[in-house]
């Protein structure tokens, strides 16, 4: 007769969200020895990526690489690696060099501070997103019927539309402004340069945390980073997703399995106020907060990836599809008007909310 299984669930302050960590395991001390392992290896991501704390390889690279190679820790210059491949392949669209826009929108501080891991304001930078450790992804949208599916967008068609943003990649993107250099050392090629990690580093941090339990032996978990997920296991995990234009209610459910999920919509605090304010993703052809499209929910093998491709999906919209397909990806967003739109082969269950 097989042994019943322990499980346990654990939440902590970290990323600037709760960052929620449940397995099942044999015995009690295998499961709290990984759960510990895991949310260690969240608090490196928080203290190598941070943009508010001075110390963070973020603060260093945006103060000496502009004047020369700055050596960063193996995870940092992997997301690095990671954005600018993302940067190259959405023409421009996800981009780690829109510090400077987040600070003049006030989004950002103008110089970074020290602060403490649990520091609100460290890394999650979509305030809108749930920081209420259950299986909540903030602020977005999902739907099974909608106005259209991402269908008949060729590679071909998706870079005639963005014709800008390639050229704008080429000529001042990250893969020329953010120079990657052996031996984890990294440079900017000018002082203007700034970058932020806020939109990537998140997910990252949570596949860290499932390659830490994988690697205690743990064949069943989750890690919830205040709405960016990953599920692994046999048993699929109900996620409810809010509505971008009334964060308060759920919209649809999500039944995910051996999989990643994230999610970007406009900020959202209830004690000040019970409007939605604009998005923290940048526009990088304006500077300014996206606006066509309220929220946008990605699934993916990998969190770093959906984490990411969220941002793609706000800006691209249907024109996404391209580099959702290449990574493996599924989307929905809501557009401003309202109109639900889904990828034609998403992979989970979906109903709505009830």
Same mark, same amino acid.
Not at 225 to 232: E, I, T, Y
């Given at each position: 007769?097989?042994a019943?299984?322990v499980?346990?669930r654990?939440?902590?302050p970290?990323l600037g ?9 044999e015995?009690?001390?295998a499961?709290?020895?990984a759960?510990?392992a895991a949310?260690s290896?969240v608090a490196?991501?928080?203290?190598l %990526? $941070?943009f508010?704390?001075t110390d963070s390889?973020?603060?260093?690279l #945006?103060?000496?690489a502009?004047?020369?190679?700055v050596?960063v820790h ?8 990671a954005? @600018?491949?993302?940067h @190259?392949r959405s023409?421009? *669209?996800?981009?780690i060099?829109?510090a400077?826009a ?9 110089v970074?501070a020290?602060?403490?891991p649990?520091? $609100?304001g !460290? ?7 749930s920081? #209420?450790p259950q299986?909540l992804v903030?602020?977005?949208s999902?739907?099974?019927?909608? @106005?259209?599916a991402?269908a008949? %967008?060729?590679?071909?068609?998706w870079?005639e =539309?963005?014709?800008?943003h390639f &050229?704008q990649?080429?000529?001042?993107g990250a893969r020329? &402004?953010i120079?990657?250099l052996?031996? #984890?050392?990294?440079?900017?090629a ?7 990690l806020?939109?990537?580093a998140?997910?990252f941090?949570?596949?860290?945390a499932?390659d830490?339990l994988h690697r205690?032996g743990?064949a069943?978990?989750?890690?919830n ?8 296991g046999?048993?699929?995990? !109900?996620?409810?997703? =809010?509505?971008? =234009?009334?964060p ?6 999500v039944w995910l399995? #051996?999989?990643?999920?994230?999610s970007?919509?406009g900020?959202?605090?209830?004690v000040?106020?019970?409007? !939605?304010l604009?998005s ?13 499209i309220?929220?946008? &929910? ?5 969190c ?5 491709l969220?941002? !793609?999906? *706000? ?6 599809a391209p580099i ?5 990806a599924?989307?929905l967003?809501v557009s401003?008007?309202g @109109?639900?739109h %889904?990828t034609t ?10």
């Open positions: 007769m097989e019943a299984r499980s346990i654990r939440a902590r970290l969200t709760f960052v929620e960590i449940a397995v099942a395991a015995t009690f001390d499961a709290e020895a759960v510990e949310f290896a490196t991501v928080h203290r %990526m $941070s508010h704390e390889d973020v603060s260093r #945006n103060r000496s502009a004047s020369g190679a050596r193996d995870w940092t210059y992997q997301v690095l690696e954005a @600018c491949d993302l @190259c023409g421009g *669209m996800f981009d060099s829109v400077p987040l600070q003049s929108l006030a989004l950002l501080p103008s970074p020290v602060s403490s649990s520091d $609100s !460290v890394i999650a930078r979509e305030s809108g997103r920081s #209420n299986l903030g602020n977005a999902l739907g099974v019927t909608g @106005c259209s991402f008949g %967008m060729t590679p071909e068609n870079q =539309r963005h014709r800008f &050229t990649t080429r000529s001042s020329d &402004t120079q990657l052996p031996g #984890n050392r990294v440079r900017f000018a002082p203007s340069v700034k970058i932020d806020g939109g990537i998140k997910g941090a949570v596949d860290c499932v830490a205690h743990m069943e978990g989750l890690v980073a205040g709405g960016d997920l990953r599920a692994f046999p048993r699929s995990h !109900v996620v409810e997703v =809010r509505d971008p =234009r009334q308060d209610r759920p919209l649809y459910r399995c #051996n999989a990643a999920l994230a970007s919509a900020r959202f605090d209830p000040r106020s019970r409007n !939605v604009d923290a993703v940048i526009d990088p052809a304006t500077a300014m907060p996206v606006r066509s309220s929220g946008a &929910t990605v699934c993916a093998p990998g770093v990836i959906a984490d990411a969220t941002k !793609v999906v *706000m800006n691209a919209g249907e024109a996404a959702l397909e290449h990574y493996g599924d989307a967003f401003a008007d @109109c639900v %889904m082969d998403w992979k989970n269950e979906v109903h709505l909310a009830a």
